[in-house]
């Protein structure tokens, strides 16, 4: 089955840049979406299809793929960007969705 | 206003039965795939189930103990999950998948409701 790998933790500065990544084999032929999750609430579409941003999404809000790594990258990073942040693609070998682990975003 | 509500959580004896909801409102509900994630507590998103326009899909891991069904006329997603295990213990969701071919992610989540499963 497809395995995606996400650092367990990111710690950043506020207004510095956040770089999360999500690792999988030649994940750049499928398409990675991203969500964020609050502590106690519901996951919250941020990029989908490797960088588009839903609306009402900030714009600080990005996303990449390439190879074998997907980044989400959050520009001048706010503490009220501290989050739980997971990737996810669809897996046409086994006809599952699978999430990645997970990183949790501390803002410093 | 466009949402997913869950309900139909609560406790329930290992190797037990329930049947959870998922009420759609504010859009075209039998034009969209609805999907279930789970969350076990402390841990990460795991994906359950799906039902498109067309197939169902499902985690290899549940091994067929859990179904889903839909009514398009009264805009409900059920789960039905059977031969219930502690490792059932999560928070549920149901979440709406914005698009064909697996390109637009859940755009559109409930709030969740908790099974718990337990003696």
């Known amino acids: 089955s497809y395995v995606l790998t996400q650092p367990p933790s990111v710690s950043v500065a506020p207004g510095t840049t956040a770089r999360l990544t999500c690792g999988g084999n030649?994940?750049?032929?499928?398409?990675v979406h991203w969500y964020q999750q609050m502590p106690g609430q519901a996951p919250v579409l941020v990029i989908y299809?490797?960088?588009d941003r839903p609306s009402g999404i900030p714009e600080r809000f990005s996303g990449s793929n390439s190879g074998n790594t997907a980044t989400l990258t959050i520009s001048r990073v706010e503490a009220g960007d501290e989050a739980d942040y997971y990737c996810?693609?669809?897996?046409?070998?086994?006809?599952?969705?699978?999430f990645g682990g997970g990183t949790k975003l501390t803002v410093l | 206003e466009v949402q997913l509500v869950e309900s139909g959580g609560g406790l329930v004896k290992p190797g037990g039965s329930l049947r959870l909801s998922c009420a759609a409102s504010?859009?075209?509900?039998?034009?969209?795939?609805i999907n279930w994630v789970r969350q076990a507590p402390g841990k990460g998103l795991e994906w359950v189930i799906s039902?498109?326009?067309?197939?169902?899909y499902e985690a290899e891991s549940l091994k067929g103990r859990f179904t889903i069904s839909r009514d398009n006329a009264k805009n409900l997603v059920f789960l039905q999950m059977n031969s219930l295990r502690a490792e059932d213990t999560a928070v549920y969701y149901c979440?709406?998948?914005?698009?064909?071919?697996?390109?637009?992610?859940?755009?559109?989540w409930g709030l969740g409701t908790l099974v718990t499963v337990s003696s």
């Open positions: 299809y490797d960088s």
């Open positions: 030649k994940i750049a032929i499928k398409s």
């Open positions: 979440a709406r998948e914005n698009g064909p071919n697996w390109n637009y992610g859940f755009d559109l």
């Open positions: 039902s498109t326009t067309n197939y169902i």
């Open positions: 996810q693609v669809w897996d046409g070998d086994t006809d599952h969705w699978v």
């Open positions: 504010g859009f075209t509900f039998s034009t969209y795939s």
